[in-house]
């Protein structure tokens, strides 16, 4: 009778190769000597309170000049509440991050660094059915200041979306064309910057958002292909270790969210525009009058692809002669958010995404929260927004300012 125990030990010695691709363990530290690149990839959720507060989860809403960062197709996405043939809308929002944390869940927090922030900022015009806007993100990463100075890494992007809104409001289809940049920075010791050797490259992102009309649901996807950012300057004449590159691995998401509760079916009703423009649409599902506002539900998965010989920007900024590899297989972030519109004047979002380590360490969940306000303000009234993001060795606290507009169910419009 064959030995149990035996048949099992066989059985793990076949399995292991399999669990060394599907769980790699954490990856050894290298020297930081500059040939390596920079992976500039980062699946924490960043953006307006309402994209932080939903986790993330937002190529599927894809509303607003917030979400064109996501989505590109969120910069034609005209509201339901909108009766004029133009739009304007804008965003701001950003965090500073305490050093101690872990800052690339590599499984370190941040000794020998100073600290992190984020900033966002864009805004976005509508034309009838065509939007177009200008978006800047912008993460930097200070090291320690000793007293020769300090030093920081750089990785921003200035994305120039263009979007079209069909089929009456059914489909919207949106392209960004994307200068990806990195920058080596070195600061003199009162703070004030001395040297930056710059790196660039460009891209496009593509976007859709599918809304048919009387479905409480709605698709959206968007891909991003590689983009390597080389040396604009000199690198073998700065006074520091620079990479060789910054990679920005391609990135791709897949999303659908949903309204449940009363009023769910006009999710996806045109704007008021284009009822009144094409009168043959109709009143469109039912409306309940007096009804409490429908739950928006939103899910979403990325996949983000390697980044060859690439170490993190944390570790090659607080330990180079162990900086810790970056990106050697794809990662998957899987996110979810809910949102509730409590008060005319008041909304609350809530979600949770899982942030893959790109350097071997495990996975790290996230809470996300957020909340907004109701502002008036002439001509239009404005969106105070709050959001914040809890996780094992990390949280933000951020702040976001744009337009106030409606999110929830309108009655048909009066003919």
Sequence with gaps: ???????????????APALAVALPGPASGQA?????????????????????????????VAEGMGGASVNPASVAHRRRDLRRGWDLDGTLSGFVLDARQD???????????AGR???????????GRLGAGVMLRSWLTSGASTAQGSAGIETSDVAFPVGWSTLHDAL???????????????????????????????????????????????????????????????????PATTPSSFTFPWTSGLGASAWVGPNAARYNEPSLRELEDSPALGDGPAFEAGAPAPLLVSTQ?????????????????????????????????PRAGLEW??????????????????????????????????IPFWPWALRLGMAGDLAARYRNVGLSLGFWSTLGPLPPPER
């Design 1 to 15: 009778m064959p030995d149990p125990r035996a048949a099992r030990a066989r059985l793990l010695l076949l399995a």
């Design 32 to 60: 930081f000597d500059g040939s390596q690149s920079i992976d500039a990839a980062s699946s924490v959720a960043t953006g307006s309170g309402r994209v932080v507060g939903l986790g993330g989860a937002y190529v599927g």
């Design 103 to 113: 800052l690339d869940n590599d499984g370190r927090t941040g000794a020998g660094l």
């Design 117 to 127: 922030r984020h900033l966002e900022v864009g805004g976005g015009l509508q034309v």
């Design 172 to 238: 919207v289809l949106g392209a960004s064309a994307t200068v990806a940049s990195g920058a080596v920075i070195q600061y003199r010791p009162d703070g004030a910057e001395a040297r930056r050797l710059k790196y660039s490259a460009t891209t496009v992102r593509l976007g859709a958002l599918s809304r048919p009309r009387a479905w409480p649901v709605r698709l959206g996807a968007f891909f991003e292909p590689t983009a390597r950012a080389r040396a604009q300057g000199d690198a073998a004449s700065f």
């Design 301 to 333: 998965l990325d996949v983000t692809g390697p980044a060859q010989n690439a170490v993190t920007v944390a570790s090659a900024l607080s330990d180079p002669a162990q900086a810790r590899p970056s990106g050697r297989h794809a990662s998957l972030t």
């Design 341 to 374: 519109e409590a008060l005319r004047w008041l909304r609350a979002r809530g979600g949770w995404y899982l942030e893959p380590s790109r350097s071997g360490a495990p996975p790290r969940p996230h809470a996300t929260f957020g909340g907004e306000v109701r």
